[in-house]
Structures are given as C-alpha cells and as structure tokens.
C-alpha cells in the first residue's frame, strides 16, 4: 500500500546546506596565511571574526530549529507505531468475534499505519545525522572563532609593543638609552605573557557551553512534548 508521507521540512535542510558550506569554508581558511599577505592585520581578523560570528549565529538557530523537529519525528513515528499494534490487537478480537469483515479493515489501517511509520522512521534518522554533523560543525567553527580571537590579542598585543618601540627609539634622544631600553623590554614580557597565557588557554579550551546550550534545547523540547500529552489526555477524560 503506498502511503504519503506528511512535508516535514526537517531542519529546513536547503539552509542547513548552504550554512554547513559557508563553516566549511571558513574552517579551510588560513588565518595566518591571511595575515601574513594583508597590509592591515587586524582589520582582515576583525572581519573575519564578523563572518565566523554570523555563521555561529545562523547554525545555533538552525540547530535550535532542527532538534524542535526532530522531536516531532521521533513523537510521529513512535505513535504511528503504537497505532499499527493497536489496529492488530483489534483485528485479533474482530476474528475472535466472528467479524472477518473487521478484521480485514483494521489489518489494512494496522499496514497503512506501519508503512507510514517506517517513512517517518527513515526521516527521523536523516534528520539526525544532519543534525550532528551541523552540531559537529559549529562545535569546529566555535573552536576556530577562539582561535582567530586569540590572534587578534596578539596582533593588539603587537601593534602596542612596536608602537612603543617606536615612542622609545624617538625618546632616546632625549633620555638615557639604558632605562628606555628596560621600558621596552619590560612591554616585551607583558606581551610574551599575554600570548603565553593565550596559547594555555587554548590547550584547555573545550565545548562545555555548546553541550550544555544543546542539552538546553533538547529539554525544553522534552517539556513541551509532556505538556501536549498532558493537554491530550486531559482532553480525552
């Protein structure tokens, strides 16, 4: 029996793609090799911090967005599932009462209803493996984005040091050359240390926030998916 499947837009999957190949192209990007060939460094990092922080923006969406519908997938099939068992329960006792006739009929919603819940099944499981790898891939962006700002720290750090360099060498003239030097290196260390601090920031960087932001939505989700049965069954009695 051929049984048409209900339009879920699961995820709204032509914007997912286009959003999961504009982070695919920013995680190949070369931030360092941009940096290297731009004439002002922290305005390109700046820039690219905007791009990687719109694309973090529409993917966080999305993903809210995606696991809203995939809790319905899930609520959908499930129930047409248990529908296909309720329809054969009563085609058993139909049979047992004589009426083949009923029996027949329930054996035919019984197989529409387990054909439809199959389909949604195979949307369901569609919709998640979109729905990881987008959080796979927010989870790298969100890791790239730490890094380019990590870099534009470091590129202030070092603009500061060689504007200082150039405040001193013009002073040196007019100072003793020792304590101009002993400025200039005690703004070295500052800046050594911030890109030293930095850099162990980053080796202890993890994506606790983002799980946590998921396990967010996906509760919400279970909430209100208990409030409608709630309402359902307050309905029925």
């Known amino acids: 029996m051929s049984v048409l ?3 879920y837009k699961t995820g709204n999957a032509e914007v997912v793609m286009r959003i999961l190949d504009r982070i695919s192209v920013i995680l190949r990007a070369n931030i ?5 060939r731009a004439e002002d460094p922290e305005k390109i990092i700046n820039q690219t911090l905007l791009d990687m922080r719109q694309a973090q923006y529409e993917a966080r969406m999305e993903v ?15 129930e047409q599932a248990s529908e296909s068992e309720s329809w054969l329960v009563k085609a058993e006792k139909s049979l047992e009462q004589g009426r083949e006739d009923l029996a027949r009929e329930a054996l035919k919603r019984k197989t529409a209803s387990f054909d439809l819940s199959l389909g ?21 962006l969100d890791a790239k984005i ?4 990590r870099k534009r720290q470091i590129i202030i750090a070092r603009q500061k040091r060689l504007e200082a360099q150039a405040s001193i060498g013009a002073a040196m003239g007019q100072t ?3 304590k101009a030097f002993e400025a200039f290196e005690r703004m070295e260390d500052k800046v050594d240390a911030l890109e030293d601090s930095l850099a162990a920031e980053a080796e202890l960087a993890d994506d606790l926030s983002l799980d946590e932001e998921f396990a967010a ?8 998916d ?3 049965a709630l309402k359902a069954k307050l309905a029925d009695s």
């Open 176 to 178: 003793d050359t020792r």
């Open 5 to 7: 499947l209900p339009n």
């Open 64 to 78: 809210a967005q995606a696991i809203a519908e995939g809790k319905k997938l899930e609520r959908d099939y499930l």
């Open 146 to 149: 730490n890094d380019a700002e």
């Open 226 to 228: 208990e409030l409608a």
């Open 120 to 140: 949604l099944k195979e949307q369901f499981d569609a919709h998640e493996q979109m729905v990881d790898k987008l959080k796979l891939q927010l989870r790298a």
């Open 217 to 224: 939505l996906e509760t919400d989700s279970r909430v209100e």
């Open 32 to 36: 360092n090799d941009l940096l290297t």
